[in-house]
């Protein structure tokens, strides 16, 4: 009777893995919605009960112990293996970063922001691409995060680069002229809160932040989804925009980066 009860609990938690750790994953990876579900939601609350733990927390410790001090590349790396292999997390990744890559050389901009920090993925990547003198601004709103991210980018050797500011967009944006110094941004990468994309470029318009030829590039255009400012960015005459097709996240389902030229 004990031995059909441990080969029962055996058969049990053989299945509980198989399930957790191929079979939902592999099922998830096409789908945004179940995507998001389970690593935002399930695996990371999980993790977090287990480990006692964040999940940026997580991450910055495995920055620590396997990226290159002072070295950038090996840092965005480091942080996509991670992501790929041992717990996903929602930076911008490596097949849209370069799409990000590219932009960013395209613009070579002495002055850009970046709404929505998060762990400071993002901001290595166009940190690391910045002309000589230029200089990045990323908005974050959880100190939590901010706190992470300032030493994931201070471990890439970046800090000179970039001016981390805490608070809401709404708020801090209108600050950006008289506080920071800002007369107008040569390039955007939208990747905070979905439903502030809209509302924070029409800010942006409204503060006279944007010159012809600043460039916007928003992110989970299509997972989660940013309908409103699609819709805006591709109807208003004062933008030209350009959907670029690709995969949310470390996963294989659909998703893309838009980018859009202000005409003026």
Known sequence: MLLLVVCVAACVALLWYTLVFFVIPALVQYNGTLALLWHDVIVERSLDWLT????????????????????????????????RAREWAMNVGDEKGSILDQVVCEVSPDVALELGT??????????????PGARLLTVEFNHDYATIAREVIDWAGLQDRVQLLEGASGDLIPQLRQKHGIETLDFIFLDHWKDR???????????????????????NVICPGTPDYLEYVRSSPRYQSQYFSSHLEYT????????????G
């Open 118 to 131: 998060y762990c400071g993925y993002s901001s290595v990547r166009i940190a690391r691409l910045l002309p």
């Open 52 to 83: 006692r733990s964040t999940r940026p927390q997580r991450l910055l410790t495995h920055v620590k112990q396997r990226a290159r001090r002072g070295d950038a590349q090996s840092v965005i790396t480091t942080i996509d293996d991670y992501c």
């Open 197 to 219: 994309y809209l509302p924070d470029t029409r800010l942006l318009e409204d503060c006279s932040l944007l010159r012809r030829g600043t460039v916007l590039l928003a992110d």
């Open 252 to 263: 294989r389902a659909e998703d893309g980066l838009e980018k859009s030229v202000f005409l």
